[in-house]
Structures are given as C-alpha cells and as structure tokens.
C-alpha cells in the first residue's frame, strides 16, 4: 500500500530564504507525482506535475525534483515572499491504482517579511 | 475557459440527513475524482468516475455514492450523515481516460455536520 510521508509538518522561514520541502513515499512503482498549493480553507493549485520518466520539472522560482529509486521528491522555492505562505502538498499515482492520487499531509510555510 | 467548479461552497446538514455536492470539470476534461479532506490533513480520495461509471474507490462506505453526467459533470451523495462527514470536499478532473495525468481542483465544498 502506497504511503506518502511530508516533513516537516510545519515551517517558518524570513523572506528572501530559500524553500525546500521534502516528500517521500514507500512504493516507487508510481505513474506520476505532483505538488499542490493550499491556501487557508481553499481548494488545491497544482504547481507542478513531474512524470515517473523525468528527474525533474520547473516552473518559474519553483523546481520539483524526483528520485524514484529512494523514493523521494523535493520542491524548492527560491527566494520565497510572504504571498508563498500556505500548506504544500505532494500526491503520488502508482502505476496499479488508475488515478487514485495518495497525498501526504502537507507542509505548513510561513513566511516572515 | 472555467476551470473546475463546485456547488455550494458551503451547507450545513443535520446528523441522518443526506446531501448531494456536485461539480463541473474543467473544459475538455473527461475524468472527475472526488476527495475529503479533514481539518488539518491531506484530501482522502473517494472514488473516480470515467465515461459515467465508477473506475477506482478508496476506503469509503456505501454510504457515499456518486454519478457522472454525459456532460462530464459528477455527483457526490452521502446519505445518514454522521459528525464525522465534516469536511472539506473537493472534485479534480483530468483528460486522458486513464485520469492520471495533471488533476485540477476545484474550490470545495465545506460540509458541516450538526
């Protein structure tokens, strides 16, 4: 069964500090991984999708790396701003599951002007 | 070009009743998939619906039930309703058939139960 683990749960760091939140899961037989946005009691912005082919996608000050074999994917948010405050969240696709998304309980950021 | 919307934003219902969520995929979109998600955890996926019918379910009781319209558009039913249904209920499309390419969310709907 498919586990999907984010530490830390939260985080706080000052503006203009680098990101990097960390993702990993137990079963590396995945279609796809893919990181989220949620702000406060709203619905999930995808950030960026990441096939079980690539090693990495980005996006902007966003980069979402990939590493099947440990079983682990990173988002880096450079130069982070106060408007990058909110929960991230990563979601994994096994290759047996057709679309059934497991997420981890995301990562809390708070960042500080 | 909408993208995914969900109605209502919110409802309160009373413990027993029932109570029907619906949504509207984004366009050109053919797959919808349903998740719950609880105060302070990630969303816990229901079922999906692909070509009107129910392709894959999690961990949910038959309590929970759902349709997919010709138009693509889905239906979420929870009959006898418990304290526990209270949540945040979000609906994702994505194309492809197999459903598992790049999913959109909409913004929810917050289900409080009484």
């Known amino acids: 069964k498919q586990e999907v683990t984010q530490i830390p749960a939260a985080l706080s760091v000052p503006e203009g500090e680098n990101l990097v939140l960390n993702c990993s899961f137990t079963?590396?037989?995945?279609?796809?991984l893919q990181w989220f946005r949620q702000d406060p009691g709203k619905g999930l912005t995808s950030l960026l999708l990441?096939?079980?082919?690539?090693r990495e996608q980005t996006s902007g000050r966003l980069n979402a790396s990939l590493d099947k074999s440990s079983g682990r994917s990173t988002l880096y948010i450079a130069a982070s701003q106060p408007g990058d405050s909110a929960t991230y969240l990563c979601?994994?696709?096994?290759?047996?599951?057709?679309?059934?998304?497991?997420f981890g309980a995301g990562t809390q950021v708070v960042v500080t002007p | 070009d909408a993208g995914v919307t969900q109605s209502p934003t919110h409802l309160i219902k009373t413990r027993g009743q029932q109570v029907t969520l619906r949504c509207s995929p984004k366009?050109?979109?053919?797959?919808v998939s349903w998740y719950q998600q609880a105060l302070g955890q990630g969303p816990q996926f229901i079922f999906q619906?692909?070509?009107?019918?129910?392709?894959q379910r999690g961990n949910f009781p038959d309590r929970f039930s759902g349709h997919q319209f010709p138009n693509y558009s889905s239906e979420l039913n929870v009959n006898a309703l418990l304290l526990g249904d209270s949540a945040l209920y979000l609906c994702?499309?994505?194309?492809?058939?197999?459903?598992?390419?790049?999913?959109?969310f909409g913004p929810g709907t917050r289900l409080t139960v009484t």
């Open positions: 994702a499309s994505s194309s492809g058939g197999r459903g598992s390419y790049e999913q959109y």
């Open positions: 079963d590396s037989a995945i279609y796809n």
């Open positions: 990441i096939q079980s082919s690539q």
């Open positions: 979601a994994v696709v096994s290759t047996d599951s057709w679309g059934k998304f497991q």
């Open positions: 366009s050109g979109h053919d797959t």
């Open positions: 619906y692909y070509e009107e019918e129910e392709r």
